[in-house]
């Protein structure tokens, strides 16, 4: 590993946070200071991460490009290689907009958490927690996800097995992996020393205290910041991520807290309660809001239902993450999230391994034999579901 010293690259900090958490909101008022660069969502590491791999379709070969680019780069030190590339872009970004810090706010960057802390140890984090609730009705608004399909295990598994086989998928498939993978792994990133905590609740109830703290944070100078702005916006108009809704904000406003309780119906707050579990909901701080859903009726149906949601995306990302040669791990892997479309209702197909003959798989038959875990995974999930019902009742 070569030496570093600090004042020669680039200072950048990560946000950190699901999609629909407000991720975009917050990145543009720290971008008020005159210091912070903050431009919406690069998601470098995800392509440095998965370096080698490229479309089935390439006229070069994916599997050889993935072998020779493994073994090239065996022979190298691959952390100071994308760091180095990193770097550098980081560092024109900055030097454009004559800027000393680079927020990389990348919303699924929880899929390389691991990547980014052998990169990165010593970057700031900046982590934004909010309501589960509240990002679920954001994604039904906003995405038209049908909260309701999660509680059909074999839809889900449909879309696993579509992800693998290389075919379009809807975004519910990833929009639920966040919430089941993705939120408890950020959730662990609040013991990271270089980690700084912000509730959106409480954001959106104080800007101002919330971002002088974060500024004061970075090394900044607070008084350098406009109070509660949400001006400057012409970065977003010309890109294509990011939140658009802020171009129409004036001022930060705590109106969209509640907004989930009348946005969501009962059977999709039972959703989110399943595929989240009420004990993450109680460790982030929500238990005021998981008091409301119980009164709306929602039950609370144990901790291994929730469990085997987890055993099923971790099992269809493993899957997919085996297609690529590689093995998945919500804390160290990454795999590129599905193509955001409407989202198809709870009669997709169900898994067929004899028709897993996607593109160029490491091998046919290991991609059959997961396939078939997937179905057992689903199987369990759906009894568990129906024995819950059962107790419930009795």
């Given at each position: 590993?070569?030496?570093?010293?600090?004042?020669?690259?680039?200072?950048?900090?990560?946000?950190?946070?699901?999609?629909?958490?407000?991720?975009?909101?917050?990145?543009?008022?720290?971008?008020?200071?005159?210091?912070?660069?903050?431009?919406?969502?690069?998601?470098?590491?995800?392509?440095?991460?998965?370096?080698?791999?490229?479309?089935?379709?390439?006229?070069?070969?994916?599997?050889?490009?993935?072998?020779?680019?493994?073994?090239?780069?065996?022979?190298?030190?691959?952390?100071?290689?994308?760091?180095?590339?990193?770097?550098?872009?980081?560092?024109?970004?900055?030097?454009?907009?004559?800027?000393?810090?680079?927020?990389?706010?990348?919303?699924?960057?929880?899929?390389?958490?691991?990547?980014?802390?052998?990169?990165?140890?010593?970057?700031?984090?900046?982590?934004?927690?909010?309501n589960p609730y509240a990002i679920a009705a954001s994604l039904k608004s906003t995405w038209g996800i049908p909260l309701h399909s999660?509680?059909?295990?074999?839809?889900?598994?449909?879309?696993?097995?579509?992800?693998?086989?290389?075919?379009?998928?809807?975004?519910?498939?990833?929009?639920?992996?966040?919430?089941?993978?993705?939120?408890?792994?950020?959730?662990?990133?609040?013991?990271?020393?270089?980690?700084?905590?912000?509730?959106?609740?409480?954001?959106?109830?104080?800007?101002?205290?919330?971002?002088?703290?974060?500024?004061?944070?970075?090394?900044?100078?607070?008084?350098?910041?406009?109070?509660?702005?949400?001006?400057?916006?012409?970065?977003?108009?010309?890109?294509?991520?990011?939140?658009?809704?802020?171009?129409?904000?004036?001022?930060?406003?705590?109106?969209?807290?509640?907004?989930?309780?009348?946005?969501?119906?009962?059977?999709?707050?039972?959703?989110?309660?399943?595929?989240?579990?009420?004990?993450?909901?109680?460790?982030?701080?929500?238990?005021?809001?998981?008091?409301?859903?119980?009164?709306?009726?929602?039950?609370?149906?144990?901790?291994?239902?929730?469990?085997?949601?987890?055993?099923?995306?971790?099992?269809?990302?493993?899957?997919?993450?085996?297609?690529?040669?590689?093995?998945?791990?919500?804390?160290?892997?990454?795999?590129?999230?599905?193509?955001?479309?409407?989202?198809?209702?709870?009669?997709?197909?169900?898994?067929?391994?004899?028709?897993?003959?996607?593109?160029?798989?490491?091998?046919?038959?290991?991609?059959?034999?997961?396939?078939?875990?997937?179905?057992?995974?689903?199987?369990?999930?759906?009894q568990a579901l129906a024995a819950s019902k059962v107790d419930q009742r009795s």
């Open positions: 590993m070569m030496m570093r010293n600090p004042k020669a690259f680039p200072e950048v900090c990560f946000l950190l946070g699901l999609p629909r958490s407000g991720t975009t909101l917050l990145a543009h008022l720290l971008q008020q200071h005159p210091d912070i660069l903050a431009p919406p969502e690069p998601w470098l590491l995800l392509a440095l991460e998965a370096m080698g791999t490229v479309d089935h379709r390439h006229p070069a070969g994916s599997s050889l490009i993935r072998a020779a680019t493994s073994e090239f780069f065996g022979r190298t030190d691959q952390s100071s290689v994308h760091r180095a590339f990193a770097d550098a872009a980081y560092g024109q970004y900055l030097a454009a907009a004559s800027k000393r810090i680079f927020i990389d706010k990348t919303p699924r960057y929880w899929m390389v958490l691991g990547f980014l802390e052998a990169l990165y140890p010593e970057a700031p984090r900046i982590l934004l927690i909010r999660a509680s059909c295990p074999s839809a889900i598994g449909a879309c696993l097995a579509d992800l693998v086989r290389g075919q379009p998928t809807p975004a519910i498939a990833s929009s639920l992996a966040d919430l089941v993978l993705g939120l408890p792994a950020l959730a662990e990133q609040r013991g990271h020393p270089q980690t700084q905590v912000v509730h959106y609740e409480r954001l959106a109830a104080g800007p101002d205290e919330e971002i002088q703290r974060l500024i004061a944070s970075l090394g900044c100078d607070p008084a350098a910041i406009e109070s509660g702005a949400t001006e400057k916006t012409d970065y977003l108009q010309s890109g294509s991520f990011g939140d658009r809704n802020i171009l129409e904000r004036t001022a930060v406003g705590s109106r969209s807290i509640q907004a989930w309780q009348t946005a969501l119906s009962v059977e999709e707050m039972q959703a989110v309660t399943d595929l989240v579990g009420p004990e993450l909901l109680l460790d982030l701080g929500y238990e005021e809001e998981l008091q409301y859903a119980r009164k709306a009726g929602v039950l609370d149906r144990g901790r291994a239902v929730t469990e085997r949601y987890r055993r099923l995306f971790r099992t269809g990302w493993n899957m997919l993450g085996g297609t690529r040669g590689t093995s998945f791990d919500i804390s160290a892997q990454s795999v590129a999230g599905a193509a955001p479309k409407q989202a198809e209702e709870s009669s997709s197909p169900a898994l067929d391994p004899s028709g897993a003959d996607g593109p160029e798989h490491t091998g046919k038959s290991n991609v059959e034999e997961n396939l078939k875990l997937v179905n057992s995974v689903v199987r369990d999930l759906e």
